[in-house]
């Protein structure tokens, strides 16, 4: 298919009505006057219609100007854009990253980042996989990821503290233990325990106090939440999750011995020297992120 008209014939056109007039464009373009009126000339040649009229000084679109540069502007944010995504390109941007996790982290540690990160990088996917336990650590040994969010750091790879994360037990307001002023260990152990299962494909993990007669394992702290809150048991969650709820059927317990723990989280690049620059990138930004809570 061969077209009529060019990029350089809109963008002409789009910048004589941004400018308000034909020599204010062409000192924005960097050409001539006559350059620009030819250009324009032209375009209207090839269409068969009139877009442009001059008043006074101005030159201003006809309607039927306005109603095709509506329809060409997002042609020249396409090419704006791909011109961009080239760069990006030459520069050896990754096409995709891998943020690996930790299921114990504050989702919002990663997300305020690539708000900011995809304001600058027009090119590159992210996929963000959940992890946990002997998971997280194979994410890092395997290189799977470009970063890591892990709790504790791994041999060998390098680390930076990202945060810290509570662990307090909860339970439902009707259930039985939630009656206990102070229930003890012995009273957890008579109890049903909800557990997050170790993600993970070769050794598994256990973490915690684990001594319930009976429990519920499930894959993350959302499936955990929805057991507790309909009463199936008691469960440590992360403080972050229990304020985002903010569910007064949700009590805090407030168990002997073992009221509450803190669980370090770490950043990481498996790949350490082969990291590529959107992996960097993103990897300062989260940084920041640490900085600026």
């Not at 290189?143 to 750091?153: H, M, Q, V």
């Amino acid at each position: 298919m061969r077209l009529k008209t060019t990029l350089d014939q809109w963008l002409t056109l789009f910048e004589i009505d941004k400018a308000g007039s034909i020599q204010a464009a062409a000192a924005t373009l960097n050409k001539s006057h006559t350059t620009l009126i030819y250009s324009v000339r032209k375009l209207e040649d090839q269409l068969g219609v009139p877009l442009i009229k001059v008043e006074g000084r101005r030159a201003i679109l006809t309607d039927d100007g306005k109603s095709l540069l509506r329809r060409a502007q997002s042609m020249l944010e396409q090419a704006k854009a791909l011109e961009e995504i080239s760069t990006q390109l030459a520069q050896g941007t990754e096409s995709e990253l891998t943020v690996a996790i930790d299921h114990l982290c504050d989702r919002r540690w990663l997300y305020a980042p690539m708000t900011e990160f995809f304001k600058q990088n027009h090119t590159t996917s992210i996929q963000v996989v959940e992890t946990s336990l002997s998971k997280t650590q194979e994410m890092v040994t395997n290189e799977s990821a470009d970063i890591s969010i892990i709790t504790l750091p791994i041999t060998n790879h390098p680390s930076e503290i990202f945060g810290i994360t509570s662990m307090l037990p909860v339970v439902a307001k009707g259930h039985p233990l939630a009656e206990k002023l102070n229930p003890c260990l012995a009273d957890l152990s008579a109890t049903r325990q909800i557990v997050i299962r170790d993600l993970g494909h070769h050794a598994k993990q256990d973490v915690g106090w684990l001594k319930s007669n009976q429990r519920i394992t499930v894959d993350n702290f959302d499936h955990a939440w929805q057991a507790t809150k309909q009463g199936l048991g008691y469960c440590r969650l992360p403080l972050h999750i229990i304020e985002k709820h903010n569910d007064s059927d949700i009590k805090i317990l407030k168990v002997e011995h073992s009221n509450q723990y803190q669980v370090p989280l770490h950043l990481t690049l498996p790949k350490g020297a082969k990291t590529g620059p959107a992996a960097q990138e993103l990897y300062r930004l989260l940084l920041s992120e640490v900085n600026g809570r």
